[in-house]
T-cell receptor, first 114, second 108 residues
Framework: ETGVTQTPRHLVMGMTNKKSLKCEQHLGHNAMYWYKQSAKKPLELMFVYSLEERVENNSVPSRFSPECPNSSHLFLHLHTLQPEDSALYLC?????????????FGPGTRLTVL | AQRVTQPEKLLSVFKGAPVELKCNYSYSGSPELFWYVQYSRQRLQLLLRHISRESIKGFTADLNKGETSFHLKKPFAQEEDSAMYYCARWNTGNQFYFGTGTSLTVIP
């Protein structure tokens, strides 16, 4: 599959579970992003990675832990989440760092925390 | 503070009618503005950005710094334009904000 892929597409977890979301881009981009999309709220930027280095962390709780092992892969590790963390988590990539670049989005992971 | 405001959650127009989706942003230096679109069962994708000054699928958007607006316009709406539209703002310092989105329905 080309473009930006995300797995799993749906995830249900308990508050004590540990899970990870995976994002992969096949576009040769240097920057990757995690967004959170909650009902009735704007899309919120969570993390930005450029050339595998984190360049932006918008005060996200520590129960969300990103990892970028290389420029093609991005993970979001989840632990001890709260029900209010239930949302659609979107991954995106762009050619270069700097959010002025066009971003290419994945299909998202629908997360439900029980 | 709301950095990007899309006042209309829902907007319905008849096919062939003009459409305008409103977007206002809070002033901060020289922002770059975007419109992203999400069609049914498709992923979010860029529609246009103000710096390109392009017309994409008949849509245009003009940055009005005096009114801090970036409204999206199309003179004749088509059924395939029905989608969710998000206005977004970026400015130096890696600040990037999306609006809450407007769901456009074009009635045949």
């Amino acid at each position: 599959e080309t473009g930006v892929t995300q797995t799993p597409r749906h995830l249900v977890m308990g508050m004590t579970n540990k899970k990870s979301l995976k994002c992969e881009q096949h576009l040769g981009h240097n920057a990757m992003y995690w967004y959170k999309q909650s009902a009735k709220k704007p899309l919120e930027l969570m993390f930005v990675y450029s050339l595998e280095e984190r360049v932006e962390n918008n005060s996200v709780p520590s129960r969300f832990s990103p990892e970028c092992p290389n420029s093609s892969h991005l993970f979001l590790h989840l632990h001890t989440l709260q029900p209010e963390d239930s949302a659609l988590y979107l991954c995106a990539s762009s050619p270069d760092r700097g959010l002025g670049d066009t971003q290419y989005f994945g299909p998202g992971t629908r997360l439900t925390v029980l | 503070a709301q950095r990007v405001t899309q006042p209309e959650k829902l907007l319905s127009v008849f096919k062939g009618a003009p459409v305008e989706l409103k977007c206002n942003y809070s002033y901060s230096g020289s922002p770059e503005l975007f419109w992203y679109v999400q069609y049914s069962r498709q992923r979010l994708q860029l529609l246009l950005r103000h710096i390109s000054r392009e017309s994409i699928k008949g849509f245009t958007a003009d940055l009005n710094k005096g009114e801090t607006s970036f409204h999206l316009k199309k003179p004749f709406a088509q059924e395939e334009d029905s989608a969710m539209y998000y206005c977004a703002r970026w400015n130096t310092g890696n600040q990037f904000y999306f609006g809450t989105g407007t769901s456009l329905t074009v009635i045949p």
